[in-house]
């Protein structure tokens, strides 16, 4: 035989053992446990659906997925410590679009490429945002709010859970599609913005659903309007802002699975597969239903140029809105 072909020969078959061994050792995967940087504080939506989804891959997989706190610089600083790790599946992170699709455009920036240092899994979904008022002010819907705003301009302010929030830039985005003005009032946390709007120290706020839930039902907060796509069971009578014309804010503020850049596709397409059926648990969605979030339904492939959009999509509005970084 031909010592070329004996050559062709042998490399043909390092290349089938090398495809082998890649294979089996996705398969294998994990073999060891899984970090889950949130890289929020406790206690929030990426919080809580980290481990929701944590606790159903760990039953899956037969491996236990931790999740670890990391908060920062809006989500930059556990995003970071992703976008450095090993791609080989054991360091994932909670991804989202305060720390991939706004942070990169805030006057800050990044220490890293949202598309570019990461391999993106599979979207959680999250909870809509939703502008309240205090009772006081004399607006039942979000027309007469308008028209109060019109009559006013400047004298009113709304606050969120920050600067560069994607509170924030739903209400500016609001703004500049219903022509209007309110001073914003920063806070640090949503749940702080509603106790000021409570007390009567700001007559609105733009926060999630998650957090001005529980006053809303209470009658401490009037909602005017949503940024979900439809309606939602448990807030029939709340419209979203797509229904009364301003349907540039279908938004949410989604949260997400991602991992370093460079990922085996074996193991990003099973994680994918077994988030969505986490998510979409019996027990999951009973979970979630409260706070409007529905679970995201997207391939991995899909899910990357989701993200993309997002970057494209708030760019020009957090430049609009001169946002500063906290």
């Not at 309606?231 to 279908?250: F, H, I």
């Not at 077994?274 to 019996?282: D, F, G, I, M, T």
Request: glycine share 10%.
């Amino acid at each position: 035989m031909d010592y070329r072909i004996r050559a062709m020969i042998r490399f043909l078959g390092l290349i089938v053992l090398l495809f082998a061994c890649s294979s089996s050792w996705a398969q294998a995967w994990p073999t060891k446990p899984v970090r889950i940087i949130a890289p929020f504080a406790p206690g929030g939506s990426a919080d809580t659906l980290g481990r929701i989804v944590a606790q159903k891959l760990g039953e899956s997989f037969k491996q236990s997925f931790i999740v670890e706190n990391r908060p920062g610089a809006g989500g930059a600083v556990g995003s970071e410590l992703v976008a450095r790790a090993a791609p080989d599946g054991y360091t994932l992170v909670v991804s989202g679009v305060a720390s991939h699709a706004i942070a990169p455009s805030l006057p800050r920036g990044t220490p890293y490429d949202p598309l570019k240092d990461f391999t993106h899994i599979a979207l959680f979904g999250g909870p809509p945002a939703v502008l309240v008022v205090n009772p006081s002010v004399p607006a039942n819907t979000l027309q007469e709010l308008v028209a109060l705003l019109k009559k006013d301009p400047g004298e009113y302010s709304y606050g969120s859970p920050g600067n560069g929030t994607h509170g924030q830039l739903v209400a500016e985005l609001f703004k500049q599609l219903a022509g209007v003005q309110m001073q914003h009032v920063p806070y640090k946390g949503a749940s702080v913005a509603i106790s000021d709007l409570m007390a009567g120290h700001i007559p609105v706020a733009s926060t999630t659903l998650t957090t001005a839930s529980g006053q809303i039902h209470a009658g401490r907060a009037r909602a005017l309007a949503i940024s979900s796509e439809a309606r939602l069971p448990d807030y029939p009578n709340v419209p979203t802002y797509a229904e009364l014309g301003y349907k540039e804010l279908v938004a949410t503020v989604w949260f997400s699975l991602s991992g370093p850049a460079g990922m085996p596709a074996d193991i990003v397409e099973r994680l994918n597969a077994e988030v969505r059926k986490a998510l979409n648990a019996p027990e999951s969605r009973q979970r979630l239903r409260p706070e409007g979030i529905e679970p995201g339904k997207l391939t991995a492939r899909e899910f990357t140029d989701f993200v993309a959009a997002e970057l494209k999509r708030w760019a020009p509005v957090v430049k609009a809105s001169g946002t500063k970084t906290d």
